[in-house]
Antibody, heavy 121, light 107 residues
Framework: QVQLVESGGGVVPPGRSLRLSCEAS????????MHWVRQAPGKGLEWVAL????????YYGDSVKGRFTISRDNSKHTLYLQMNSLRVEDTAIYYC??????????????WGQGTLVTVSS | DIQMTQSPSSLSASVGDRVTITCRAS??????LNWYQQKPEKAPKLLIS???SLQSGVPSRFSGSESGTDFTLTISSLQPEDFATYYC?????????FGGGTKVEIK
């Protein structure tokens, strides 16, 4: 069965960087687009970023554009999110989610359990 | 960006009730609308894609429909395990956007 396991969350001061990872198993990782979606404490869901199956296309939410970078290593079945210039408002649970297709379906058919990022001084 | 307006933000209902949640898109998104269920401290789960396509394993009491830019999630007979927060999401264009959520609580 599809399994997505995030890691790399923690507490970080504003302005610093953090890299999240998402290890995938149970499906052909290199055939699917992958997303990051976040949820601030007690709030709703916010889409963060998408990479197509082959990294040929990448898209970002307005609030993270220019600060966050999504990437993947298909040989390691792993998705990444490099987060730079972190702000207090980036505090959230970060979920990795599988796209229903190669990247153009734009909906999320499997989700990881999430990793918490807290930006605080 | 496409705005998704979901209503109500919360509702109280009893087991066996018929529940309807609405999501309105700020522009035409065809049928590129998906519904998710999220229980406390858990990741969201996909219920319905493309406005009305029920995902495998999702009970048939859940259904989705569309009328122009208005979309509806209906639970025909609410069960105890259905108490959760529900989100709509448009997949028509990036940036992908969600509705604000509807929390379904026990009356």
């Amino acid at each position: 069965q599809v399994q997505l396991v995030e890691s790399g969350g923690g507490v970080v001061p504003p302005g610093r960087s953090l890299r999240l990872s998402c290890e995938a198993s149970g499906f052909t990782f290199s055939s699917y687009g992958m997303h990051w979606v976040r949820q601030a404490p007690g709030k709703g869901l916010e889409w963060v970023a998408l990479t197509w199956y082959d990294e040929s296309n990448k898209y970002y939410g307005d609030s993270v554009k220019g600060r966050f970078t999504i990437s993947r290593d298909n040989s390691k079945h792993t998705l990444y999110l490099q987060m730079n210039s972190l702000r207090v408002e980036d505090t959230a649970i970060y979920y990795c989610a599988r796209d229903a297709g190669y990247g153009g379906s734009n909906w999320f058919d499997s989700w990881g359990q999430g990793t918490l990022v807290t930006v605080s001084s | 960006d496409i705005q998704m307006t979901q209503s109500p933000s919360s509702l109280s209902a009893s087991v066996g009730d018929r529940v309807t949640i609405t999501c309105r898109a700020s522009q035409n998104i065809n049928n590129y609308l998906n519904w998710y269920q999220q229980k406390p401290e858990k990741a969201p789960k996909l219920l319905i894609s493309a406005a009305s396509s029920l995902q495998s394993g999702v009970p048939s009491r859940f259904s989705g429909s569309e009328s122009g830019t208005d979309f509806t999630l209906t639970i025909s007979s609410l069960q105890p395990e259905d108490f959760a927060t529900y989100y709509c999401q448009q997949s028509f264009a990036t940036p992908l956007t969600f509705g604000g959520g509807t929390k379904v609580e026990i009356k």
